[in-house]
């Protein structure tokens, strides 16, 4: 569970709450709440664990064939460089693929997108020896690159096979996702778009054409929409026998 | 589990912050004064020894000067002896924290400081002559913030499209 320490201020503010009413209804600590959530649009706020990001696959809107949350995540983070020489399809980076997955004994297939699930107890922030691989407050996992040292031991450790390793030299990276050889990397939830207040690029690109398969939101905000279908819809997590709370959930597996 | 490592970030960050950055903040203020005075013999100096300004401009990198604004985000004595303290602070705060400011952000070093050629194409920060590269080879600096971030501002063609998108 994600639970806030409540510090000692916290605890006598909601004390002080208590008897500082000053009209039915209206709290000093509300209008300083409230005054706080203004301020969190500023690009200089901290991220803090109220928020935890999480998406929702509805794997039977996802449409047979169609790359375009692939192709959307590889132009976002200029995975697939048009000067870059140095490319091969065998081992450049992925931060998601689609797989197409079949039932041998119902005989039924389905396509799904297949990424970085976010988990809350991450194996590869478990197993990284140097601290890179790290949970954001907000729960995004991600990679510090300028303290990974390319062990690889957290692709080993991740049971969804959703982190790459960069073996070639780059050049022309785009400014919002700094990649170079001898790290490892994987989908970071398009970090830089989510502190801006945007969607990812796949779940955007997803929701152009109408398919609306991907659904980003706060699972810790009871009003969201993702909150809402998950509460609504029995989704599953991959691998839920490995307990580790993912951040990416599916319906329809 | 997530949490110690966290807290040691959060331990390493707050010593980096009062250790390196508020340390070199502080020489700022306290090298003014300083400089003030040196000023004053090395003007007597100079009157003596007859060094022109010509003589001392003989010895200094040259760099293209920054194509926007007319004020860079502190001081240039500031910017000069401590921008690799900023942009340390910067990176971690953003990759630790989302703090997206460009204040103090290398993206925000190569809005301004980037030139284009004459076709109006970008010329990378850390090629020959530019404004990264001259310095840092003036002082045999080597850095690696370019073998991975970006040289130069986004302008490359989107897939699926075939209009040429322009960021930052």
């Not at chain 2, 589990?1 to 490592?5: H, K, L, S, V, W």
């Given at each position: 569970?994600i639970?806030?320490k409540l510090?000692r ?7 002080g709450?208590?008897?500082l009413?000053?009209a039915p ?8 709440v409230?005054a ?10 901290a ?8 998406m929702?696959?509805?794997?039977n ?12 995540c590889n132009?976002e983070h ?7 020489h140095?490319?091969?399809?065998e ?6 693929r689609?797989l ?19 988990c809350?107890?991450?194996p590869?922030?478990?197993?990284c020896?140097?601290g890179?691989?790290?949970?954001r407050?907000d729960?995004?996992?991600?990679v ?12 080993l450790?991740?049971?969804?096979k959703a ?10 990276q ?11 990397e994987?989908?970071n ?12 690029a ?7 054409l109408g ?7 706060d699972?810790n ?10 509460r609504?819809k029995?989704t599953t997590q991959v ?5 580790l709370n993912?951040?990416?959930?599916y319906y329809g597996? | ?5 966290d807290?040691?970030?959060l331990t390493?960050?707050k010593f980096?912050?009062q250790s390196?950055?508020g340390g ?6 306290l090298s003014?004064?300083?400089?003030a005075?040196l ?7 100079s009157m003596?020894?007859?060094y022109s ?6 010895f200094?990198p040259d760099f293209?000067a920054?194509?926007?604004g007319e004020q860079?985000v ?5 910017m000069?002896r401590?921008?690799m303290?900023?942009l340390?602070?910067q990176?971690?705060r953003t ?8 204040k103090?952000?290398?993206?925000g070093?190569?809005?301004c ?5 004459t ?8 090629a ?5 590269q001259s310095c840092?080879?003036f002082?045999?600096?080597k850095?690696?913030c370019f073998e991975c971030h970006a ?6 063609a989107?897939?699926k499209?075939?209009a040429v998108?322009e960021?930052?």
């Open positions: 569970m639970g806030k510090s201020r916290e605890v006598l503010t909601a004390a709450a208590a008897l009413t000053l209804g209206v709290k000093l600590v509300d209008l300083a409230a706080s959530k203004t301020a969190n649009a500023s690009k200089d706020e991220t803090d664990n109220l928020v935890r990001w999480g929702l696959v509805d794997v809107k996802c449409a047979d064939g169609c790359t375009d949350c692939v192709d959307a132009d200029g995975l697939r460089g048009q000067n870059n140095n490319s091969r399809p081992t450049d980076a992925q931060y998601i689609v197409d997955i079949k039932d041998k004994t119902t005989g039924k297939q389905y396509s799904l997108p297949m990424m970085c699930q976010h809350e107890t991450a590869c922030v478990d197993v020896p140097t890179a691989s790290f949970r407050e729960g995004i996992v991600l510090d690159k300028h303290t990974c040292i390319g062990c690889r031991y957290c692709m450790a991740c049971p969804y982190r790459s390793f960069v073996h070639e030299n780059l050049t022309d785009v400014p919002t996702t700094p990649r170079g050889k001898g790290t490892v994987s989908c939830f398009c970090v830089h778009r989510v502190d801006r207040g945007e969607q990812p796949c779940v955007e690109a997803c929701g152009k398919h609306q398969a991907l659904l980003f939101g699972m905000d009871p009003d969201s929409e993702l909150s809402r279908q998950l609504e029995s691998r839920d026998d490995l307990n993912t951040g990416v959930r597996i | 589990m997530t949490m110690p490592a807290d040691k970030k390493f960050l980096r912050d390196t950055l070199e903040m502080l020489m700022y203020s003014k004064q300083v400089a005075l000023g004053l013999c090395l003007a007597g100096i003596a020894a007859d300004d010509g003589f001392v401009a003989d200094r293209p920054a194509v926007k860079c502190a001081p240039v004595e500031v000069r401590n921008h303290m900023l340390f602070h990176r971690d990759v630790y924290f989302g703090e997206r400011a460009t103090y952000s290398l993206s070093c190569l809005s400081h980037t030139q284009r050629d076709q109006g194409a970008y010329i990378p920060i850390n020959p002559g530019q404004f990264c840092h080879s002082v045999s600096v850095i690696d040289t130069m501002p986004r302008q490359r989107v897939f499209r075939t998108d960021q930052n």
